[in-house]
């Protein structure tokens, strides 16, 4: 049982509705113009890898493993089906390397007519999670553990043959199946509902003696690590006011300023997502903060509202859905993808990272808040405050550490972007911001926040 649970508490599902059609059945899906594999990332850090699988479009997938087989030569493997869809060519005959220690490389190929199969290779074995995010849709695959940030290969290994793939053992028996069941609630039958059921990662006979994650040390040895990420950025400007402030500049100005003063007291070893005009994925901003070890992750950004009326700070920590329609849109829009899209996304959390930092993120983002709102109200009247919040941000998805959003301001409204033009307005939320997270680092509640 003990081990079965330990099985639970790693598994991390999405599951994805309404954006996913259920297998369909073998047809010309492949041919030309299907959905393509157009591209497989790797970031490897200390304390797990992600793989991302990019895809033109939405695809329906499923992800299991394979045990090692000693006889072929064949190591542990997770290994991904996508249905109906074509691959690029230069992503078969180039397997992505990484050689870390945990994790070998990732190579795909054409399983049959009508599936191509990405395999992980793994070093050793080991807990993982699967999830999908739509918008550009992709599959990431965290896998648990302590990998060696790599040396770039001189040469990477002869490729393995495309056809290994193909003739990569089918799905052999891969172990009893763990049902999952968790607290989320189960999706809603319909014609238009794919689960990916995976299960338990490795057989409990074959089982690393590690836990995937270490017991907590007691006593911080390190400078609380804080990970500022300006949202947007590049080809994506974020909200735009009606006179054309944008929301990617005004957050880069607040997170440079933080890290500033920060960095000033001397107790914070203070970074930042981006510190320049460039465009970062969702989920790269969430893997530097965890690449980073990151005690505290804040998320900047100002809010927007076709109601122009709509106005004030408000501070928000992750959950599977929001309490009403302008959280949900708001999500939306900061996730990228239209609402109805979010809707369809249902969250199965990992109670030991996400369930374990919840109350910590909710105490951190009301005194953020607060704070904000308070130093703004210093230089302005007619400041509102909007309060703590909850809604379902990609970007705070796999954080491991405590992780808020901060939405300053409306955009939106002209008298809060003509707010956000003023340097004395972005220092009072800095300010806020700065005095929330010394408040917090002071205070000892992350005393016991070390990986
Ligand atoms: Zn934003």
Redesign the pocket.
């Known amino acids: 049982m003990t081990l079965l649970r330990r099985h639970l508490g790693a598994a991390f599902l999405l599951l994805c509705a309404a954006a996913l059609p259920v297998f369909a059945p073998p047809s010309d899906a492949a041919a030309p113009g299907a959905p393509r594999v157009s591209d497989i990332r790797a970031w490897t850090n200390e304390i797990y890898t992600r793989v991302a699988i990019d895809t033109v479009e939405d695809v329906s997938w499923q992800a299991n493993t394979l045990r090692a087989d000693p006889s072929r030569g064949l190591p542990p493997r997770i290994f991904i089906d996508i249905r109906g869809a074509g691959i690029r060519d230069e992503i078969l005959r180039r397997p992505v390397e990484v050689r870390n220690g945990l994790l070998r490389q990732v190579r795909a190929g054409r399983f049959d007519r009508d599936t191509v199969r990405v395999v992980i290779d793994l070093e050793r074995e080991s807990t993982y999670r699967v999830f999908a995010l739509p918008g550009p849709f992709r599959i990431i695959v965290d896998i648990d553990g302590e990998g060696e940030i790599p040396a770039i290969p001189a040469s990477p290994d002869p490729a393995v043959p495309p056809d290994d793939v193909a003739a990569a053992s089918p799905p052999e028996d891969p172990g009893p199946p763990v049902v999952t069941t968790t607290s989320a609630p189960p999706p809603a039958p319909s014609a238009a509902t794919a689960v990916h059921r995976v299960p338990a990662a490795i057989p409990p006979s074959m089982e690393s003696p590690r836990v995937a994650v270490s017991p907590p040390s007691p006593v911080r040895k390190h400078r609380v690590r804080v990970m500022i990420d300006p949202?947007?950025g590049g080809k994506d400007p974020?909200?735009i006011g009606p006179t054309g402030l944008k929301?990617k500049d005004v957050?880069l100005a607040i997170g440079r300023k933080v890290r500033e003063m920060l960095s000033r007291t001397g107790e914070f070893d203070v970074r930042m997502t981006r510190d320049e005009d460039v465009f970062i994925p969702l989920e790269e901003r969430t893997a530097m903060a965890n690449k980073g070890r990151a005690d505290i992750f804040v998320s900047l950004?100002?809010n927007a509202s076709r109601n122009r009326r709509a106005e004030g700070f408000s501070t928000y920590v992750l959950s599977r859905g929001a309490s009403n329609r302008e959280d949900l849109e708001l999500a939306a829009?900061?996730n990228g993808v239209p609402v109805g899209k979010l809707q369809g996304v249902k969250f199965i959390i990992d109670d030991m990272f996400t369930g374990a930092r919840k109350n910590e993120s909710l105490r951190l983002a009301k005194t953020v808040n607060d704070a904000v709102v308070r130093h703004v109200s210093h230089r302005y009247r007619g400041v509102h405050s909007l309060g703590l919040k909850q809604a379902p941000f990609y970007v705070l998805v796999g954080a491991r550490m405590t992780a808020v959003l901060v939405?300053a301001s409306f955009i939106s409204n002209a008298r809060e972007e003509s707010r956000l033009r003023d340097p004395s307005c972005l220092d009072g939320i800095a300010d806020g911001v700065v005095e929330a997270i010394r408040y917090y680092g002071q205070n000892g509640i992350l005393a016991h926040s070390d990986f």
Do not use: C, L
Request: aromatic share 0%; no cysteine; charged share 35%.
């Open positions: 949202g947007h974020g909200a929301e957050v950004h100002i829009r900061e939405e």
